[in-house]
Every structure is written in structure tokens, then in C-alpha cells.
């Protein structure tokens, strides 16, 4: 993990001759989900390949692009586009943007994901904020020497999704009348999709829902200290005793119906920062 | 950072690194031990005739943590010759397995017969409380290995993942009659220890309490980061295996405690007494017949 450190402050450098606002929080926007960048104000964009050391996105529903800017009178720095095991990247690429969002001084992460729902009192475009998560993702960005610079060697993990952005986010759902939930996220490689009997293995040990992403950002955000809030839309229902085949079209479409939920829930939370 | 990869692992390095040792030490050693997070103080117990630094015996990985330099301490011990190796790798740290493998490998070849390990874990099972020993009993291996970079070896037919995990030893990884001797030696001794099953994890963060639920559920009673990797080359190379887990804390994932690198160090020292009574008592006694 040596090595992260220059790369680390070579972005760090290539954003602030562009933009120079310290942000208060970092939002990556999963799949479908970009169209939050909307509601910003811009003050500056960044393709991802003018950064120094960000990989680049190789998903058609990713865009690739850093949005900075005010978004609810908070200076943020917004990812249009994450990066996912399944493209071949190492959890230590992938999470690099969140270890450059707090060089630049951001205190918090909002993370979100599309995700398949286990929990059968789930639907089809509810919301779940993540309560907390379980890794199976066969490995770990924090794996190597650790840089004491950059986090401690073995961070706790008791409380990864602050219980009072939780709470908070939930208070918001229920004030825009949103249906969200609380729930355990489980991280798996993938590409492909599970099997009934993983999505069975998956909710009997007790997770509610299941993607493919999210998990090594908030591991790194934990390590250096960001405070964080998850949101994951429920694109598909993954009920194996009813199980449909998946289908890619429709998840994409059913992200971009939720996504105003997501936006209100960001805006809501980022509204109480301002506040406190 | 993985360390080892150009080279891979052999057998061939296990021989060189076995006979780096002997020119340094021409004992034969009966016993191993490892001794894990909080028990390095353990070592000043041995009637040290030659320590050696991991530095010096080729193909040996080095402890990246600050001040863990790794060091084999040879000498006498329970009345037999004994190597430790104090200063352990991990598989947070970057290494393959093969090569975790590797001083276990070694310290067969040197002749040794009895390896004892020992650890620092966090308990799932409730009943366990801070301070508990446990004598594992039989493990979970969730290090993922596939996962981790591959040595070249694998293709060589040497000591890589698969030619290691794909074979299955003919007798148990952990010794029933060594258990069963560390439980009675603990319960003369009036101090707590349990039979119970390890799960091994890469790591290095500590588990969310969602994790701890999903641990304690498939059956384990206690999670850490290290041992399983020593004790499947242990069970490959025909070495008699102990291992003792020193409970640092107990998860309670309904009313979560903030775990602390430092913490978890302290409780492992203040029960380090307890595992070096073990320790020496199981070296020194007959070893009971393999069951």
C-alpha cells in the first residue's frame, strides 16, 4: 500500500488546479444512478482519464466522470461511475477516488448501489440504507503493507454506516414518502448473478441484499476515517422459490424510475449537515 | 506486494531454508512453536542456543509490521530441543499462502515432529469471555486463497495453492490426544480452556457485526487472521499439531464494542502465561499415541 501515497496526492494535485473548494462530502452514484450530478452546481468536471492513477469505467451504464461543485449549499465531489472487481480492477484501484476525496478534505462518503433484494418484504425501487455489510468478496483493498499515513492497520468495523446518518435518511424517506428500508448489504465478485441456492446461502446468513460493488469503498472510507451513508436501490427481487431471469434492460430502467428517491434521500441528508 | 511471486515456492526452498538454519544451530528440533499477537515474550522462556533472523535464512517472509524484525529462537525447551518463530507473517500483509507455508515446511525438514501454534482471536460463541484459552478444535478456512496471487510454482508441481489445499491429509489437522492433553493440563492448572473451531479470515480490518453473526452461524467459535495457513502445511508435511487461540474479546454484534489494535495486544499478554504453561507442559511430557 506504500505506493498509494503518490498517486494519491499526484490526483489530489491535478483536481485542485482546477478546482480548489475543500468538499465536504464524496458521492459515488451507481448503476443508473448518475443522474443526481444534475442537481449539482457545477464549478468544475474532470473525465476520469485527466486523473492521474483513476482507472477508467468499462460498464455502459457508468459514465466516468468526477462532477465537483455545490450540491445543497455543500461543497461535493460527485463520481459519475464506479469501478467493479468484475472489470478486472484491484479493490486498491478501485477505491483510490475515496482516499483522494479525503486528501482533498472530504468528512463523509454517500455510496450507492443497485442491488438485488433478497428480504421478501422488499419491493421492486424501494430504497435500503445500508445498516451495515457483510464482505465476500474473496479480498480486500487494505491487504499489504499498511501506510500508517493513510489508516491504522486493522480498523475497526463495529459501526462502518453511521447509525445517525441511518436514522437520518430514514426520517427524510418517511417525510417524502418513500419506501426504504434498513438492511444488511452483501458484496460478492460477481460478473454473473447468483444461483437460488447463493441467493438462499446469501439471506441465511442474514443479508437483505446483494451487489457487486460499494463494499471496498466504505472498507477504505473506514480506514481513513470517512464517516459514511449507503443507499441501495432494489432493482430486481431475487426470491429464489420465484426466481426471474434477470434482465439487465429492466434493472436499468427500474435505477432510473428510483432515482428521484435516491436524490431526495442525498439532498435530505446533506440538508441535516448543513444544519448540524 | 506480494513478496514471493517471481520465485514461487518449492520444496527445494524449504530444503535451503532448513539448511540456512542448521548452519547457524546443529540441533535437532522435537517441537515448534508459533507464537502469535501479545506472546512474543514467550520466547525469553527458551534456553536460547542461537537466534537467527528471518533476514538470514533464504526464502523466509519478514513481518512488515515496525519493530517485528522475525526471528527463530533455537534452544531447549520442556527438555527438548525446540525451534520458535517469533514474528509472524499474514496473508494481510501481502503474502500467498505457499510462502505463510514456508517456516512450517522448513522446521519439518529440520526433523521436528510437534508443532504448537497459538494466536490471538476474537470470540463468537458467547459463553467465550476475554482471557478464555481456546484449543482449536478444527478450522474454517475463508482466506480465500484462489484470490491471492499465484505463484509460479503451481504450474511446477511445487508447493503452490492447489498441489497444497487439493490434498487431503490422512489424519486430522489438529491432533485429538494433544487437545485432549491441553485441556487436562488447563483444567489441573484451574484456568479456563475450550475446544472450539477457528475461522480464518485475510482481513485486516476487524469484522463488521453483520460478519460476526454470519461467522458465528456457520459454526465457528472464534475468528482471527492467521494459523489456518500453518496448520494445513502442518497436516500436509505430517507435523502433529496443537494450537492454542487466546480469546482477545468477545463479539457481541447486539451491542457492538469499538475493537482496538492495542487492546487486543494487552489481553493476549496478560494470558500469555497460561499458553506458555501449556506450551511447555505439552513439549515436555511423553507425546500421547496418534489416535
Known amino acids: 500500500m506504500l505506493e498509494l501515497y503518490d498517486k494519491i496526492q499526484a490526483a489530489v494535485t491535478a483536481i485542485r488546479s482546477r478546482w480548489t473548494t475543500e468538499p465536504h462530502a464524496g458521492i459515488i452514484l451507481g448503476t443508473g444512478l448518475g443522474g443526481l450530478t444534475q442537481k449539482i452546481a457545477v464549478e468544475a468536471a474532470f473525465d476520469y482519464e485527466s486523473i492521474p492513477h483513476f482507472p477508467r469505467s468499462t460498464t455502459a451504464t457508468h459514465r466516468g466522470r468526477l462532477v465537483c461543485g455545490r450540491l445543497q449549499g455543500l461543497p461535493v ?4 461511475g464506479r469501478f467493479h472487481m468484475y472489470e478486472g480492477y484491484s479493490l486498491k484501484e478501485i477505491s483510490l477516488p475515496v482516499r483522494v476525496m479525503r486528501a482533498l478534505g472530504a468528512r463523509l462518503l454517500v455510496v450507492s448501489n443497485a442491488c438485488g433484494g433478497m428480504n ?8 435500503m440504507v445500508i445498516e451495515d455489510h457483510i464482505n465476500l468478496m474473496g479480498d480486500n483493498p487494505l491487504i499489504g503493507v499498511n501506510d500508517d499515513r493513510l489508516g491504522p492497520r486493522f480498523p475497526d468495523m463495529s459501526e462502518p454506516y453511521e447509525q445517525k446518518l441511518v436514522a437520518r435518511a430514514l426520517e427524510v424517506a418517511r417525510r417524502e414518502n418513500i419506501a426504504a428500508h434498513k438492511g444488511v448489504f452483501v458484496a460478492v465478485p460477481g460478473p454473473n448473478l447468483e444461483t437460488r441456492a447463493e441467493y438462499r446461502f446469501l439471506r441465511g446468513i442474514g443479508a437483505d441484499a446483494v451487489g457487486m460493488s460499494t463494499v471496498p469503498e466504505v472498507i477504505v472510507a473506514v480506514h481513513c476515517g470517512l ?5 441501495s436501490i432494489v432493482t430486481d427481487m431475487c426470491l429464489p422459490d420465484a426466481l426471474e431471469p434477470a434482465n439487465v434492460e429492466k434493472i436499468i430502467a427500474v435505477a432510473n424510475e428510483a432515482e428521484p428517491k435516491l436524490c431526495a434521500l442525498v439532498l435530505g441528508v446533506l440538508a441535516g449537515e448543513s444544519a448540524s | 506486494m506480494c513478496a514471493r511471486c517471481d520465485s514461487g515456492v518449492t520444496a527445494s526452498e524449504a530444503q535451503t531454508a532448513a539448511d540456512a538454519i ?8 522435537k517441537a ?3 507464537l502469535g499477537t501479545g506472546l512474543h515474550r514467550l520466547a525469553s522462556l527458551i534456553q536460547s542456543e ?12 519478514r513481518p512488515t509490521a515496525p519493530g517485528h524484525s522475525g526471528q527463530l529462537v533455537c534452544g531447549r525447551f520442556g527438555g527438548k530441543s525446540v525451534v520458535v518463530l517469533d514474528g509472524r507473517c499474514h496473508g494481510y500483509e501481502g503474502y500467498p499462502p505457499a510462502v505463510l507455508m514456508l517456516p512450517i515446511l522448513a522446521v519439518r525438514e529440520l526433523g521436528a515432529e510437534l508443532l504448537i501454534l497459538s494466536n490471538a482471536s476474537g470470540g463468537l460463541n458467547p459463553n467465550l469471555a476475554s482471557g478464555d484459552i481456546v484449543v482449536v478444535s478444527d478450522h474454517i478456512n475463508l482466506m480465500f486463497w484462489k ?5 509460479p510454482a503451481d504450474q511446477r508441481g511445487g508447493l503452490g495453492t492447489a498441489a497444497v489445499c487439493d490434498r487431503r491429509p490422512s489424519a486430522p489437522a489438529y491432533d485429538p490426544s494433544l487437545i485432549d492433553q491441553a485441556l487436562e493440563i488447563a483444567r489441573l492448572a484451574h484456568f479456563a480452556a475450550y475446544r472450539g473451531v477457528y475461522v480464518g479470515v485475510t482481513g485486516p480490518n476487524y469484522e463488521t457485526r453483520a460478519e460476526y453473526r454470519f461467522l458465528r452461524q456457520i459454526g465457528a467459535d472464534v475468528v482471527g487472521m492467521s494459523t489456518v ?3 494445513v502445511a502442518a497436516a500436509r508435511c505430517g507435523l502433529r499439531t496443537l494450537a492454542l487461540s487466546i480469546v482477545t474479546n468477545v463479539a457481541r454484534p447486539d451491542c457492538p464494542e469499538v475493537v482496538r489494535a492495542e487492546d487486543v495486544v494487552r489481553a493476549a499478554e496478560r494470558t500469555e502465561p497460561r499458553v506458555g504453561e501449556i506450551m511447555a507442559q505439552v513439549v515436555a511430557h511423553p507425546w500421547p499415541a496418534r489416535r
Open chain 2, 50 to 61: 542461537a537466534v537467527i533472523s528471518y533476514a538470514g535464512v533464504p526464502h523466509f517472509p
Open chain 2, 32 to 34: 515448534t512453536l508459533v
Open chain 1, 77 to 80: 465531489m460527485a463520481m459519475e
Open chain 1, 120 to 127: 421478501p418484504s422488499f419491493s421492486c425501487g424501494d430504497i
Open chain 1, 227 to 231: 464517516r459514511v451513508v449507503g443507499f
Open chain 2, 22 to 29: 542448521r548452519r547457524c544451530w546443529d540441533g535437532r528440533p
Open chain 2, 147 to 151: 484470490s491471492q496471487p499465484r505463484c
Open chain 2, 229 to 231: 495457513p500453518e496448520a
